[in-house]
Every structure is written in C-alpha cells, then in structure tokens.
C-alpha cells in the first residue's frame, strides 16, 4: 500500500458527525510499520481532535519516538491538498523529525511535499533556541 493508501484506511476511522468533514493520518515509520490518526469530534468543539495530532499522540503512546518517523501524510476531502490547522502544524514541528517528508493530499491524489519548517517557519521546538 502506498502512503496515501494508509492515509485513506485512517480517514475512514474518522469520527465526524458534526462538520462531516473526514480527515486521515498516516506516520510511516523506518521499521515499515504504519500509525494512523483519524479526527475525532465532539460535541463541545474546543474537545476534537485532529487526525495529524491524533496519529502521533498515538505513536509516543505506542513506545515510539519521532526519530522512527519518516513521513506522515494527511488527507482530506479538499479542493487543493489539505492544510493543516495551526495547532497540527506546532506539534508537527515538534514531534516530527525535521528530514521527515509531510505530505498533504486530497481525494484526488494531489499532493504536495514539505517539511516541518516549511509548514510552520519559525515554530516552537525544545531542540532549538525558540522557547
């Protein structure tokens, strides 16, 4: 199965019964293993959970750290590639490795390719001089 692939198995996970707006994550990992994270929503808003932060608060829970990553890939129902909300994009930055491939996709296989800093220039991160 190929990235994309995992992603959509994980978006189908998704719990969203209010915004019907689905959303997928796939962490591949260097061992071939794959974590996924699905939205989760609820009926107090400010209480969801986006796929991103869903697959890797599921990964550190799991035993694994963030140098086994190496992508993770998003998916959603969208015009363009999905964009990651602001939230998704600092904890990214902090739990993905900065060599790790993000990719952001929609339902139609378009794609587009980064890194944690690309995704958030200047973001928050304990192995740099930002806090």
Known sequence: MTNLEHALLARKRAYAPYSKFLV???IELKDGTHI???NIENGSYGLSNCAERSALF?????GYNKEDIISITIVGDTKNPIS???ACRQVM???VP???KIYLSNLNGE????TTSELLPYGFDLDEDSL
């Open 58 to 62: 599921s990964l550190l829970s799991q």
């Open 84 to 86: 990651p909300c602001g």
């Open 36 to 38: 996924y994270g699905a």
């Open 93 to 95: 930055y902090e739990l």
């Open 24 to 26: 997928g994550a796939s």
């Open 111 to 114: 794609t587009k390719e980064l």
């Open 98 to 100: 900065k060599n790790a």
